[in-house]
C-alpha cells in the first residue's frame, strides 16, 4: 500500500522530531485559536506541552510548518496522542496520516503495547490509522478536576493550625 503522504515528501515534504524546526508561535495560534480543546491556551503552556511530550511535525519544501502532533508518554507503558493539527490550507492530503504514524512508529515509543486519543470528531482519520473504538472501555477510569476535587483533599497544602476551623 502506498503511504498517502509518498507524494509530499517526493515534493520535499519531511517528517521531523526535531525540536529546533518546531514554530511555536505557529503551533500557539493554530492551537489556541483554531482546536477547540486548546482554545486560548497560553504561549508558556503550548511550549510546556510540546516539550514534555514527543513531538513532530510536517514541513514543506521551504521548511514551512504544515502540522503538528505529539505523543505524552513515558516510552515504556503509556502513549496518548494529542493536538494533532494540521494547517487548514493543507488538510486532506496525508499530512495528518503521516504525523500520527510517525508516533505510532517512531523509534522511542516501539515498546508502547497501545496508544490511545480522545476525539470529537475525526475518528475517521485515526481508524484509517488502525484505531478502533476502546475495547472494554468500563476498564477505564477518569478524575476531572472540576468535579473529582471535592473528593480529593490537597495533601500538598499547608496543615491548618490547630483549632481553627476547616
Ligand atoms: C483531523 C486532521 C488532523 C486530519 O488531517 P489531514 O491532513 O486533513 O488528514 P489526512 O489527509 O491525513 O487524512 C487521513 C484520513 O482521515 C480522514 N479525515 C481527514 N480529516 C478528517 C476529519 N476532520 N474528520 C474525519 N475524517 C477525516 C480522511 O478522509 C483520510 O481518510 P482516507 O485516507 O481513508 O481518505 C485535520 O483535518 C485537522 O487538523 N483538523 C482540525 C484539528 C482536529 O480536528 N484535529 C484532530 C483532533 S482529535
Known sequence: MTPPWQPLRAAGWQLSDDPELLDRPRVWR???????????????????ALDLSLTVGVYDSAGLQRGVARCVTD?????????????????????????????????????????TLVTDDAHTHYAAAGFTPLARFQRWMQWRRDIGSAYAPDPWAPDSPPGSAG
Open 30 to 48: 493554530w492551537l489556541s485559536l483554531e482546536a477547540p480543546w486548546a482554545h486560548g491556551r497560553s504561549p508558556e503552556a503550548v511550549n510546556t
Open 75 to 115: 516510552r515504556v507503558a503509556v502513549g496518548f496522542i494529542d493536538d494533532v493539527f494540521v494547517d487548514a490550507d493543507h488538510r486532506g492530503k496525508g499530512v495528518g496520516r503521516w504525523l500520527v504514524c510517525g508516533l505510532l512508529q517512531h523509534r522511542l515509543l516501539r515498546e508502547i503495547p497501545q496508544f
